[in-house]
């Protein structure tokens, strides 16, 4: 086994001003900065170029920057609140964008909702998405209720009751995306092939 960091960037789930998913994402990432087996990044929507006249694949040419985050990545974070008992459109169109890039990488899901659920809804229904994009989801989730309550004006959690959770969390995406990564540099898959083809396509396109 390599002692090489993973890289487990974050994505944040929406795009809606005012959201308090932010204040998650943004603890959860000095969180994760700060253990010595990850590197992360923080993924935004915000910042990703989502037009409203086009979907899918296509939109990866133009956001390279996230299409380089998920090829690099060993894992992915996703904070998504919960909107209707779904995930918000913008978090979907982002996932959209790339397909193959994410086979047999290690996902971590955390609801956020003003609600009691903590998000428990939008996961269950997160599982499905991401399981077709080949992505391998851990049982280890995260909730945060009542999100509005939880931080302070610096962006502090202020249950403590949350930090056990959290390495709860992240110890087992660290062990489902180290095990990925031995898997994909070990042992071939049919899709070995398809994903060299990808880069190669990518390269000739973005050269
Ligand atoms: C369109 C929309 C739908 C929502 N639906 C739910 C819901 O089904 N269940 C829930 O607990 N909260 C719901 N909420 C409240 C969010 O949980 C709340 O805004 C929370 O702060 C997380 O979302 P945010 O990151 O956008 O702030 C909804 C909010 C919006 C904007």
Redesign the pocket.
């Known amino acids: 086994m390599d002692n090489e960091k993973l890289f487990i960037p974050i994505l944040l789930g929406?795009v809606?001003q005012?959201?308090?998913?932010?204040k998650v994402a943004k603890f959860l990432f000095e969180r994760v900065r700060k253990n010595s087996q990850i590197e992360t990044e923080l993924l935004d929507p915000r910042l990703m170029n989502l037009p409203m006249d086009n979907e899918g694949e296509d939109l990866k040419f133009i956001n390279p920057g996230y299409r380089n985050a998920i090829m690099r990545a060993d894992g992915l974070i996703i904070v998504s609140?919960?909107?209707?008992?779904g995930y918000p459109g913008s978090l979907k169109r982002a996932l959209d964008i790339l397909l193959k890039e994410y086979i047999h990488k290690a996902v971590g899901l955390v609801g956020?909702?003003?609600?009691s659920?903590g998000g428990t809804?939008v996961i269950e229904k997160l599982v499905s998405v991401v399981r077709e994009l080949g992505l391998v989801v851990t049982f280890a989730d995260l909730n945060f209720p009542k999100?509005?309550n939880l931080f302070d004006e610096q962006g502090k959690l202020m249950d403590e009751a949350f930090n056990a959770r959290i390495d709860r969390f992240l110890a087992e995406l660290v062990w489902m995306s180290t095990v990925l990564r031995w898997g994909r540099q070990n042992l071939p898959s049919k899709f070995d092939a398809q994903i060299a083809k990808l880069e190669a396509e990518w390269q000739e396109k973005t050269k």
């Open positions: 929406t809606r005012g959201r308090e998913s932010e609140p919960e909107y209707n008992h956020v909702s003003s609600g659920w809804r999100v509005e």
